[in-house]
């Protein structure tokens, strides 16, 4: 065994330097919690695999962990979701990215385990703005009548209305009437900042926070260790789905809001390397 540390030490590591993380806005308390309750149920399927110290990590109880079945939720035992594995795949990997900053370990157990690929058919696509415009959204924006919601630009993108589907109009609406609940004055509730924290911020603040929140969720749905992943990625999926509805690149500049035929071009070029 020589010096390696005990996996329990190693992981409680990585949960302390979360914690730092958390506390430092990095992480959401939702997510501290879901990663490391599978942190946990890692290091126990570890243990009952032999594995107590963390040298003796490799690839093959990793997957195991990763792959295992689950139980549905009548009970019955059932192979595991993809993006349940992806996610365990995620909590995994993001753990030794931590402990490769501390220094117990450089290696990357599950860096090569091999899952189901994403199903992109069925991915919900985003209105379309940016990670600059999301933190200046207002509840007034939203316009629940005509299925949009407005967009204020920036420096390097336009104003503009973005259509909303079933399921987008549905998050904001309820996020709308969270919001306005929480308003101490009920005629405050249009001013209200939509998608994130209504404090005082600066433009790179609100950009900041939106890109934090956005972060969060690629990590909690198993995406946070795919280097091609990132928040923008999600704005630029809407411009794609534009282009293939109406095959005009055009059109999928406008989505965008881009002044520039050849930015959306470069946007839908670069989606469709990740995509392959």
């Not at 490799?58 to 990763?66: G, L, M, Q």
């Not at 749905?221 to 630029?236: H, N």
């Not at 109406?246 to 990740?274: H, K, P, Q, Y």
């Amino acid at each position: 065994m020589g010096s390696d540390p005990s996996l329990t030490y190693a992981f409680d590591r990585v949960q302390g330097a979360w914690q730092t993380m958390a506390a430092r806005g990095e992480f959401t308390e939702q997510t501290l919690d879901k990663f490391g309750l599978l942190l946990k149920r890692c290091e126990r399927s570890m243990q009952l695999r032999g594995v107590v110290v963390l040298g003796d990590v490799t690839a093959d109880p990793v997957e195991d962990f990763v792959t295992a079945r689950g139980h549905s939720r009548h009970g019955r035992v059932t192979d595991s979701a993809a993006a349940t594995m992806r996610l365990r795949r995620s909590v995994v990997r993001t753990a030794y990215r931590t402990l490769r900053e501390l220094g117990p370990s450089d290696a990357d157990p599950a860096r090569d385990i091999v899952l189901p690929a994403r199903a992109i058919d069925g991915v919900r696509p985003p209105a379309g703005g940016h990670s600059g415009e999301i933190g200046h959204i207002r509840v007034r924006d939203l316009d629940v009548s005509h299925r949009r919601v407005w967009m204020h630009g920036s420096t390097k993108v336009d104003a503009r209305w973005c259509p909303l589907d079933d399921w987008a109009l549905n998050v904001l609406t309820s996020r709308a009437e969270f919001v306005s609940a929480r308003q101490l004055r009920k005629e405050s509730a249009p001013n209200a900042r939509l998608a994130v924290s209504d404090r005082h911020g600066s433009d790179a603040y609100l950009q900041a926070r939106a890109c934090v929140a956005l972060g969060d969720l690629l990590r909690r749905i198993g995406l946070g260790d795919e280097e091609d992943v990132k928040p923008s990625s999600i704005t630029a999926w809407a411009a794609v789905a534009e282009f293939e509805r109406t095959g005009r690149i055009e059109d999928a500049a406008r989505r965008l809001g881009l002044r520039s035929l050849d930015r959306a071009a470069a946007v839908r070029a670069r989606f469709r390397t990740v995509r392959r």
